[in-house]
């Protein structure tokens, strides 16, 4: 309901991926006047599609805390429905705050968790993705936040990107180990415990030239990053764009480049990358940009019914916990496919 | 003489400022061996030219403190031809962390500074460009750091980018006033108070579109922004580069588009930018890519004889000053043609 374009967008969305993924069932949950609205539009309505009303929503503007307030959003709706088993997976284009904070409030944490993170898939040189988190769930992390998104970002980067052994880096200014803030000097030191494929510090170019599956930073870094990253689009269309008006043979260049200059919009499009999971809460969570179209939240699903699928949960508090108490036992727990995680120190806080 | 490529680039690029700016005089720092061999490439040696021998050089991989140490480096001696007036700035595409340190060891302060930081000019879509810094210079920062950058910065695009009253943003997560981490909250309280053109909190998209003329952030973020801006180049000449080797008519269409690709090319070309300023030393540095060409060596010199010629230290300190006065005696200084500077609050630390 909360979308930039209204729920239109996001109910055709939502019956792209119903209509393809036969086996799953899409609760659409909203207004019923304005999504019985906008499922007038489609003419070949799937059969695994129900509604689900919710009598307000929360506005794009409105703080977290605010948002969390309304019992009867679509947001509030939605995630209970998870909450009591009525649904698996919870998708919004809505109010980023809002439903991270509802996530939290009505679903919990993951055992062992300390803090959920929201992860971002960047598009890499080599073509395989780069998961970098958290972009935005935390603005203040202490070490063992940060140590247990590389635990989080490495079992998505696994179990839903398919990659084998993922490598982890840590995003921070000089790959030195003397190098960077304190956050993540200290962090470096937990990471280097672990048994994931931790490759040490990285920097800001590292991630796009694709030297790492997971890049671990701060919220309030990841998020400045991210939305810096998607405004790289906007900037180059609208260069593209004033050149084709200014001079004809770039714009037949441009005709004959179409196919290839729609790709590239998409490497920097992440609106339509599908949204960005909330890892840590316990529940699946995709939030979609609030800006997305039909196909991102179409791929938002999908990316929700396989983190359901796979059981991505269950997956992060396993290695949380064999790392945890491995770790604590003093032996080292080798041998599990993906890397285990993080270490404790004494006197470090385990709590929030 | 540590630059990526040598000394021979970047003697052709002081040759190329040398030429043409004939009032100015040039001088070569670097093992004068290796700087003659790289002289009797150029066939029309300007007059303007003379040459310093260092006997060392500070390699790229050495860290900071280690760089410092080395008093006959090529870093050492140019710094200290500043500080004993026989040279009116210094510019080096060597050692960042080791001009950095050299720098404020050997040059000290402005009076008023708190921490010196480098300034990156951002190209953007308006066309004007966008100062952010810190980009490097400090890991950690408070509040009153913050605000100090936000003055040099703003004197900065005033003084040497022409920019009639730059408006000034303060990098965080969300625009509003609550939002961010705990040090740009506290920043935005000081610089609401200051009488620079303060905008309030920017996100990262915010750069690249212009929304503002200078944004400030920690050496942290920044660095990391500006080493992921740097990075887009590449991938984008990458992604060109095997579009053209895979479809013909795509090769005729990037043929056609080539100057439109050049430019684009160079907005994202942070290398040829001309190097950035480090803001607060009490001497003019410009501290360029190691990877810099002889152009953007060229340009670095160019925006070190405007730094130079227009005074900007001077300005810096009176900015600083004006404001640290006129706000302890309770009188509100407006009317300075750029605005005024920093509050520091009672309790907070006005030492290093």
């Given at each position: 309901m909360g979308a930039d374009e209204g729920p239109e967008e996001m109910v055709r969305g939502g019956l792209i991926w119903a209509a393809k993924d036969t086996s799953s069932r899409l609760v659409l949950v909203g207004h019923s006047d304005r999504v019985k609205e906008a499922m007038l539009e489609i003419d070949d309505l799937p059969e695994n599609i129900s509604t689900e009303h919710a009598e307000t929503e929360v506005p794009m503007k409105v703080s977290a805390t605010d948002g969390v307030r309304m019992r009867d959003s679509s947001i509030a709706v939605g995630l209970?429905?998870?909450?009591?088993?009525?649904?698996?997976?919870?998708?919004?284009?809505g109010n980023t705050g809002a439903v991270m904070a509802t996530s939290l409030l009505t679903l919990g944490r993951i055992?062992?968790?300390?803090?959920?993170?929201?992860?971002?898939?960047f598009p890499t040189s080599t073509g395989l993705p780069t998961v970098v988190l958290d972009v935005g769930a935390n603005a203040e992390c202490k070490p063992n936040h940060l140590s247990q998104f590389a635990v989080m970002g490495s079992v998505y980067s696994s179990v839903i990107l398919g990659i084998e052994t993922p490598?982890?880096?840590?995003?921070?200014?000089?790959?030195?180990r003397s190098k960077g803030n304190e956050l993540t000097i200290a962090t470096r030191k937990i990471l280097s415990r672990t048994d994931l494929n931790f490759v040490g510090n990285i920097e800001g170019r590292?991630?796009?030239?694709?030297?790492?599956?997971?890049?671990?930073?701060?919220?309030?870094?990841?998020?400045?990053?991210?939305?810096?990253?998607?405004?790289?689009?906007?900037?180059?269309?609208?260069a593209?764009?004033?050149?084709?008006?200014?001079?004809?043979?770039?714009?037949?260049?441009?005709?004959?480049?179409?196919?290839?200059?729609?790709?590239?919009?998409?490497?920097?499009?992440?609106?339509?990358?599908?949204?960005?999971p909330l890892l840590g809460v316990?529940?699946?969570?995709?939030?979609?940009?609030?800006?997305?179209?039909a196909r991102a939240i179409s791929n938002g699903m999908q990316i929700a019914a396989d983190m359901v699928k796979l059981g991505?949960?269950?997956r992060i508090q396993q290695e949380l916990m064999n790392n945890h108490s491995g770790k604590e036992n003093g032996s080292s727990k080798k041998g599990s496919d993906i890397g285990n995680g993080v270490v404790h120190p004494a006197g470090s806080d385990n709590q929030r």
């Open positions: 209970r429905m998870v909450k009591e088993g009525r649904a698996d997976a919870f998708v919004s284009p055992k062992g968790v300390l803090r959920p993170a929201i992860a971002a898939v490598r982890v880096g840590l995003l921070s200014i000089g790959e030195e590292d991630i796009l030239s694709g030297t790492v599956h997971v890049a671990v930073t701060d919220g309030f870094t990841g998020n400045i990053l991210l939305k810096f990253a998607e405004s790289i689009k906007p900037m180059l269309v609208t593209v764009q004033r050149q084709v008006r200014s001079n004809i043979f770039s714009r037949f260049g441009v005709w004959l480049m179409l196919p290839f200059l729609r790709r590239m919009r998409g490497t920097f499009d992440y609106a339509r990358a599908g949204g960005a316990n529940g699946d969570v995709i939030i979609c940009h609030g800006a997305s179209s991505i949960r269950h």
